[in-house]
């Protein structure tokens, strides 16, 4: 147990419409990460929230954005959802450590799946 | 992006054996972490490596963060049952994990 919780656990949505996805923080954890994994492949990093901005960004279009809440809490967000958007969302937690390092503790995850 | 190669894809086990996978990258790290992630769940951390060089245990898994910054190995001794996962290796730097796409294992009793 990490202490990370995603809410829904699953769901299903149709092309075009939008989601919101939403995760809490292990305590003391001030940064969340979201990371995308299609079926047999590894995480793909989405963003990363720290102190309510937006501190880094992947590859993904900005149809994905994200927030970040004073109790360290985030949501992921997908506009105009698209078939390829089905795929495994995770959120994971950190505190970000000095000399570039830092260790992030996954959620179980959200199951997104677009018909 | 950055790439991690992780190998091997797959691999089957006998119980009791050990067994050894690695991950390479063209790119150097700060950080190198090992997941293990059963069906449907998140990455469950197994083992952080924060230093070139360093080498560390946790019960039967061992790890070690290679000298050049750019790989690291796992080794899982005495394999069991519940071994059965996929692993994955990852690295960090400037706020992201870049992963390696996996290595499935699968054990016969």
């Known amino acids: 147990e990490t202490g990370v919780t995603q809410s829904p656990t699953h769901l299903i949505k149709t092309r075009g419409q939008q989601v919101t996805l939403r995760c809490s923080s292990q305590s003391g954890h001030n940064t969340v990460s979201w990371y995308q994994q299609a079926l047999g492949q590894g995480p793909q990093f989405i963003f990363q929230?720290?102190?309510?901005?937006?501190?880094g960004r992947g590859n993904f279009p900005p149809r994905f954005s994200g927030l970040q809440f004073p109790n360290y809490s985030s949501e992921l967000n997908v506009n105009a959802l698209e078939l390829d958007d089905s795929a495994l969302y995770l959120c994971?937690?950190?505190?970000?450590?000095?000399?570039?390092?830092?260790?992030?503790?996954f959620g179980p995850g959200t199951r997104l799946l677009v018909l | 992006g950055q790439q991690l190669n992780q190998s091997p894809q797959s691999m089957f086990i006998q119980e009791g054996e050990d067994v050894s996978m690695n991950c390479t990258s063209s790119?150097?790290?700060?950080?190198w972490l090992w997941y293990k992630q059963d069906p449907g769940e998140g990455p469950v951390l197994l083992i952080a490596?924060?230093?070139?060089?360093e080498l560390t245990s946790n019960g039967r898994l061992t790890a070690q963060f290679g000298i050049t910054r750019k790989d690291s190995f796992l080794n899982i001794s005495a394999s069991i049952p519940s071994d059965v996962g996929i692993y994955f290796c990852?690295?960090?730097?400037?706020?992201?994990?870049?992963f390696g796409a996996g290595t499935t294992v699968t054990v016969r009793a």
């Open positions: 490596l924060y230093k070139a060089g």
């Open positions: 929230y720290y102190r309510e901005e937006e501190n």
């Open positions: 790119s150097i790290f700060n950080t």
């Open positions: 990852a690295g960090f730097n400037d706020y992201k994990l870049s």
């Open positions: 994971a937690s950190s505190t970000p450590g000095g000399l570039n390092q830092e260790t992030q503790y």
